[in-house]
């Protein structure tokens, strides 16, 4: 008889895991603490819900997201597959409606046949043979004590900072206008656009702005792909312009020009009644941001559905602990996965559960799990985890300097980065066609024009 397992966590993580698992046959005791137990952030029971962002990333195959998440539907991917259905217009980049999105996940999950979804705490590590340990980012500290306790190490953690969503009604549509960086796609997002005093006296009421307290550690350490917009603006006076507010790429209407500044507002909903602010990730205290937000052409009565806030993202050292798998080192049948793996971002972390729900099958079976070639995106960040440095180990997105070198040197960045794509995407075709096992020789190295990739 096939044994069960055990996945602790229903978010993006946990929940394409169960999947992956259930598709395969594999039946699987979903372990999720809300609503028993709430956290600073979730606002819903569902599983899967995105507090950060709605955006799941760029989807075009010259982008290393694109490229995961077009292998990740390649392999039936839940996340992805709802992803796609639930979207709502962001230019070339996956954004959902992240109301529908969560619920879709958790209807999905809550009727697939052998799941049994258990809605309490498991503060310690599952004894359970097969287990799939996909926590996330605000693992609860008993739990996490237990985890630190198995790795033998003191937790790393970093903060993540969350966007503030903003009514779209209250949004003065005669100071806005609608366009996408580079007219790339369409005209997705709104932008405030400011001059030059508008973006000073914004700066400096930023700088003087109150932060709310992080409490229980005595140094912030936050991911530098997710930074606080006060953080960033610590950094120069002009950083915000080459960060999250550049105007490159943009013209505004009303006066022909490019603008000094511009802030960047996205759908966040399919009704189009929410906007979030894009890059505007910060822990200001409420008060200030409504006072600061509202310096903003355009957004003079923003209601606010949401303030941005701050909380804490734990990790384990994953270079000492995880196999390319996501199977434990010291214990065979463990696995982690999702931001407690060591991955950052909400597709990484559901590709990390994807890799660990097939991983977790094969050993169900009896079988030894196969870690996906190192040419995907799925095995470059299986490398990453287990492969870095461990004595400086940081969470990072999938990116194309953790894919191995082509054969070649093909200096075009667009040709090199196509060149990328294919052999990713020949590779995990093979690599499927073999039932998951490793090829008996390297993958082939391809480059545009070969005929290989043709």
Not at 70 to 96: F, N, T, W
Not at 426 to 431: H, I, N
């Amino acid at each position: 008889m096939t044994p069960r397992v055990s996945v602790i966590g229903g978010g993006l993580a946990g929940s394409e895991a169960t999947w992956q698992l259930a598709k395969r046959g594999i039946g699987v005791d979903l372990f999720e603490m809300r609503p028993v137990v709430k956290t600073p952030v979730h606002q819903t029971s569902d599983f899967a819900e995105l507090v950060c962002s709605n955006s799941l990333r760029g989807n075009d195959l010259d982008q290393a997201a694109g490229i995961l998440k077009e292998e990740m539907r390649r392999l039936d991917s839940l996340i992805v597959r709802v992803g796609d259905e639930v979207r709502v217009p962001a230019g070339s980049a996956l954004a959902v409606d992240r109301g529908l999105f969560a619920q879709r996940i958790t209807e999905e999950i809550t009727k697939l046949p052998g799941v049994v979804v258990h809605r309490e705490e498991r503060s310690t590590l599952p004894d359970e043979p097969l287990a799939i340990v996909a926590t996330g980012p605000l693992t609860s500290d008993a739990l996490a004590q237990d985890i630190a306790r198995f790795v033998g190490d003191t937790h790393l953690h970093f903060y993540d900072a969350v966007s503030p969503v903003i009514e779209a009604d209250s949004i003065d549509m005669t100071k806005v206008f609608r366009a996408s960086r580079y007219q790339k796609g369409t005209d997705d997002y709104l932008n405030c656009p400011m001059d030059e005093p508008e973006y000073r006296s914004f700066f400096t009421e930023l700088m003087a702005a109150e932060c709310s307290e992080v409490k229980d550690f005595e140094k912030e350490f936050f991911f530098e792909g997710c930074l606080p917009i006060e953080v960033i603006a610590s950094r120069g006076p002009e950083t915000m312009r080459f960060g999250p507010m550049k105007p490159v790429g943009l013209t505004n209407p009303h006066t022909g020009r490019r603008p000094f500044a511009v802030v960047q507002l996205r759908q966040d909903n399919l009704a189009a009644s929410h906007f979030s602010m894009v890059g505007f990730q910060t822990h200001l205290k409420w008060p200030e941001q409504k006072r600061i937000f509202r310096m903003i052409p355009g957004l003079e009565n923003a209601e606010f559905i949401r303030f941005g806030m701050i909380h804490r993202n734990t990790y384990i050292n994953s270079p000492k602990t995880l196999h390319p798998t996501f199977e434990a080192r010291a214990r065979p049948g463990l696995f982690f996965a999702g931001q407690m793996s060591g991955v950052e971002g909400y597709v990484e972390s559901a590709a990390s559960g994807l890799l660990a729900g097939i991983a977790a099958s094969a050993r169900a079976r009896g079988h030894e799990p196969a870690a996906f070639p190192v040419e995907t995106a799925m095995g470059a960040l299986g490398r990453y985890i287990s492969g870095s440095d461990p004595k400086h180990y940081q969470p990072t997105n999938i990116a194309f300097g953790l894919f191995p070198d082509l054969a070649q040197t093909i200096r075009d960045k667009r040709l090199r980065r196509r060149a990328l794509s294919e052999r990713a995407l020949l590779s995990l075709g093979a690599f499927i066609d073999r039932g998951f096992q490793p090829s008996p020789s390297p993958a082939p190295l391809v480059a545009p024009g070969s005929p290989a990739s043709a």
